[in-house]
């Protein structure tokens, strides 16, 4: 049918997740309902205006009063930017894509700069795929697999078939299913009391939750309950799939070989990685609009974060004026810390470095540097996310430190020094702990000063 074109059943999420999981403490912006900053709330200390301006810029993109334009997050290190945008991506919810960058990534050695900037925007683009699927649903009552003598001539079982128990409100019905089903059932780790679907064309597997027959449980992993589902086990179901356009280009740039050994083999001969180029995501955006038009796919625009952008030259930033204009495009966040610096490559300078016709379309929000109190908050904060023990004055001492020096030197001081303090015998970390750490580690100021 319609999807038959385009390869998405195997798409697995290429989210780039890494510059976020030292910011985890951060759940949005900290907002009351009139907009206006708490002084502490979703891991946020401080920097009230920063976020009341990010605020309204969450219900610009929400209202798609966006377009064509972009926001720019500037400020000293430290003042946190980047916890900024992650907060703005929190609060457009978490089906919105999320893509961070930094700006020196373009240069990479093995894709053109513009293939770089290219594949980042098509990750911070969403399309919300809806389908009627043929699919076999329940709880699962039962999973075994039937072995037979290994057909192959060798030692050891193999499985022939997995037979499947499934219940709904209404029947419970026991499926004989191909072994390659079995495979994905291991894959999507799916036990007894489990609520899934297998898709009737493909075999593919999806476990809803657990059923919540089972609520009550001892279960540590807070799973998701699921009611039991009505109707036949055997029924057509409306299937949402969040994808990005990135996932889509790699689902489909896969090498397809068929299933005899001589293709397999030259699958594992050639370098696996995958060739997206220029064909296929025309060949995807003609697909997608299709689908756009014929309202089983809606685009969902997400956010496109550039950090450093400073870095980037006049090549990139022709690209991004040229991308911001198209209809398929995502929002994008800028920061930097640079005032006026050149354009990377040029002699002309430039705020932040960047070039003057890009700057005409930004909205830009300044962040702050803290003062005493609020960065002994935030630096409570960081040791509280990584479950370490530090006493008032302890802490009174870092926020010192942290105006002298900076923020982030301050926050990096805490794990030595809870090493520290374990090899003085201690569980907290006190004021001498500090003290030999920072007679260890330099601030980059006197660092450089040194030399
Ligand atoms: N207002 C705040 N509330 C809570 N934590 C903060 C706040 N500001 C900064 N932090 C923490 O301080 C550190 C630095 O913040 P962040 O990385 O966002 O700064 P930045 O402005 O992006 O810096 P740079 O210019 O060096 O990239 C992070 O660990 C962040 O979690
Ligand atoms: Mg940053």
Redo the contacts with the bound molecule.
């Keep these: 049918m319609l999807m038959e074109k385009m390869k998405i059943q195997e798409v697995q999420s290429t989210t780039k997740k890494q510059r976020i999981a030292?910011?985890t403490?951060?759940k949005g912006l900290g907002l009351d309902v009139s907009g206006n900053a708490m002084p502490m709330a979703a891991?946020?200390?401080?920097?009230a205006e920063a976020r009341e301006a990010a605020g309204l810029v969450v219900d610009m993109i929400r209202q798609r009063k966006m377009a064509g334009r972009a926001l720019l997050l500037a400020?000293?290190?430290?003042?946190?930017?980047?916890?900024?945008a992650l907060g703005i991506a929190q609060e457009l919810g978490s089906k919105v894509p999320f893509c961070p960058m930094v700006g020196s990534e373009v240069y990479s050695s093995e894709m053109k700069k513009t293939e770089v900037m290219m594949e980042n925007f098509r990750r911070a683009i969403g399309l919300r795929i809806k389908e009627y699927k043929e699919v076999y649903e329940g709880e699962v009552t039962e999973l075994s697999p039937e072995e037979t003598e290994s057909v192959t001539g060798g030692y050891g079982k193999s499985i022939s078939h997995v037979i499947v128990g499934l219940k709904t409100v209404k029947v419970t019905k026991q499926l004989k299913l191909d072994p390659t089903i079995y495979d994905a059932l291991i894959k999507e780790k799916v036990a007894v009391g489990d609520v899934i679907y297998i898709e009737a064309y493909s075999g593919a597997v999806k476990r809803v939750g657990r059923s919540d027959a089972f609520a009550t449980e001892f279960d540590l992993e807070a799973d998701e309950y699921v009611p039991l589902p009505k109707g036949e086990v055997h029924k057509k179901k409306e299937i949402v799939q969040d994808v990005t356009l990135h996932d889509l280009d790699a689902a489909n740039a896969q090498p397809q070989g068929g299933q005899d050994i001589l293709s397999l083999m030259g699958q594992m001969m050639k370098a696996r990685k995958t060739e997206i180029n220029d064909k296929l995501r025309q060949e995807i955006n003609k697909v997608v609009n299709r689908y756009i038009d014929e309202r089983v796919a809606e685009l969902v625009p997400g956010v496109l974060f550039i950090?450093?952008v400073h870095m980037l030259d006049m090549e990139c930033f022709s690209y991004l004026n040229r991308a911001l204009e198209s209809s398929l495009s995502p929002i994008v966040i800028f920061?930097t810390?640079r005032g006026i610096c050149n354009v990377r490559g040029t002699d002309m300078p430039s705020p932040h470095g960047i070039p003057v016709d890009l700057l005409d379309r930004l909205v830009i929000i300044r962040?702050q540097t803290?003062g005493p109190a609020?960065m002994i908050q935030?630096i409570a904060?960081?040791a509280q996310v990584d479950e370490l023990m530090v006493d008032e004055e302890s802490l009174a001492y870092l926020g010192e430190i942290g105006q002298k020096t900076s923020?982030?030197h301050a926050?990096q001081l805490l794990s030595p020094a809870s090493v520290m303090a374990k090899m003085n015998g201690r569980d907290n970390i006190c004021n001498a702990d500090i003290e030999e750490v920072t007679n260890l580690y330099l601030d980059a100021k006197t660092s450089g000063k040194l030399l």
């Design positions: 030292t910011h403490h951060i891991g946020f200390v401080g920097q400020g000293p290190p430290g003042t946190g930017k980047t916890i900024l950090d450093e920061a810390n962040a803290y609020e935030i904060i960081r923020l982030r926050v």
